[in-house]
């Protein structure tokens, strides 16, 4: 629990308005909620087996310049599930999302982990609709280097995954772990996650996410040339510590894009940088966004200049 020592970011951010909404993408309920009211849209994606919660400490401190939304995709936190997921319809959602929340036109989509794979799905599908996509610990590697992690009900002697039912609530809260682990610095936010990582049924409590949505979801080698083949901007935003494997083809973007490519490192953290140095983060995004956002309005800040002179 919250005590004296206590960052001041956290109460902030818990105290911070917002509201919650839904909207039906092909089938299935998709849970949301929203930060401020005006200026660019920027949609915010969790991670694997993650929820909206992951960004609670990020969001509220981008909401003063920017209409934000974080979304749980199916199978995931509030949200409904499927039979089947698929990159498609993943990025399906994010779209209709960003709709649903009423962001302003050429939104742009923060990804985290396989979020990340999520928002360059996106950018594959809607590149032509959004302002830029930003991969936050997810990279893209040589095709022949891709660990395909997906699609495990199609691997022989494959068993399905349940997640396991706690009697006690506080234990289950007790069992909450990141992966890969890493060292955890504000005890406070694991805990204010865990909790709402969990889910009443029979018998007890049990995590939100769904244990199948791995089983015919691939990933595919194809994720280099989608990043290739972007018709929006990208950039990247990367832990200095991680030891998470999808944030090992930092280097490799950055050869392939002729050290072009926006590349941001935050120093001492992990791959769940959010619990971290969620200000860090927030600003690092805010930075990469305002940049876009800038050059997207160069000619009517040259023009506002102009009067300012005249």
Not at 167 to 182: C, K, M, N, T
Not at 183 to 188: G, S
Not at 211 to 228: C, I, S, T, W
Not at 282 to 293: D, L, N, Y
Request: hydrophobic letters at 40%; glycine letters at 12%; aromatic letters at 10%.
């Amino acid at each position: 629990m919250p005590d004296d020592k206590t960052p001041w970011w956290y109460r902030q951010a818990l105290d911070a308005a917002s509201e919650t909404g839904s909207v039906e993408v092909l089938g299935a309920n998709i849970h949301y909620e929203t930060w401020g009211r005006d200026g660019p849209g920027i949609a915010l994606v969790h991670g694997s087996s993650g929820h909206v919660e992951w960004w609670r400490f990020v969001a509220p401190f981008l909401a003063d310049r920017f209409r934000v939304v974080a979304l749980d995709l199916s199978g995931n936190g509030d949200s409904g599930w499927r039979d089947r997921y698929s990159g498609a319809g993943f990025a399906e959602e994010t779209w209709q999302v960003c709709q649903a929340a009423g962001l302003p036109e050429r939104p742009f989509v923060v990804g985290h982990s396989f979020g990340g794979f999520v928002a360059l799905e996106t950018g594959h599908c809607f590149g032509d609709r959004l302002g830029g996509v930003v991969l936050v610990d997810y990279t893209v590697t040589r095709p022949e280097d891709h660990v395909e992690w997906g699609g495990k009900a199609d691997s022989a002697g494959y068993t399905r995954r349940r997640t396991r039912v706690y009697e006690d609530h506080e234990a289950a809260v007790g069992r909450f772990r990141l992966l890969p682990d890493q060292p955890v610095r504000y005890p406070e936010v694991l805990e204010h996650v865990a909790r709402r990582s969990l889910r009443q049924v029979e018998g007890g409590w049990t995590w939100k996410f769904d244990p199948a949505l791995y089983e015919h979801l691939v990933l595919g080698d194809e994720q280099r040339d989608k990043f290739v083949g972007l018709s929006c901007r990208s950039a990247l935003v990367v832990g200095e510590c991680s030891e998470d494997i999808g944030a090992y083809g930092a280097d490799y973007m950055r050869g392939i894009t002729a050290g072009r490519l926006p590349v941001i490192t935050i120093p001492r953290t992990h791959h769940h940088l959010m619990f971290e140095e969620p200000l860090a983060l927030a600003m690092s995004i805010q930075g990469i966004v305002q940049a876009w956002v800038a050059e997207d309005g160069r000619e009517e800040m040259a023009d506002a200049l102009a009067r300012a002179v005249g």
